[in-house]
């Protein structure tokens, strides 16, 4: 199955929100591998989702 760069945009996102299957998450791999911009922007997304969900915990212990 190959995936166009739109498709795995949505992938991407949509794997912000739930838990991506194994089917889906070997596509984007795929992807990934032959196509640098959309791997380098869901790099770049899972690490602003990291920072956010560290800035969250931060921000829960900080009104302790
Ligand atoms: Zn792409």
Redesign the pocket.
């Known amino acids: 199955m190959m ?4 498709e ?2 949505r992938l991407v996102s949509q794997g912000q929100d739930r838990s991506l299957g194994f089917g889906e998450r070997a596509a984007l791999r795929v ?2 591998a ?6 380098n ?1 869901a790099r770049q997304l899972e690490f602003l989702r990291r920072a956010m969900a560290h800035l969250a915990e931060h921000d829960a212990t900080a009104e302790r």
């Open positions: 995936l166009s760069c739109k795995a945009t992807h990934f032959i196509c640098r911009g959309c791997g922007a």
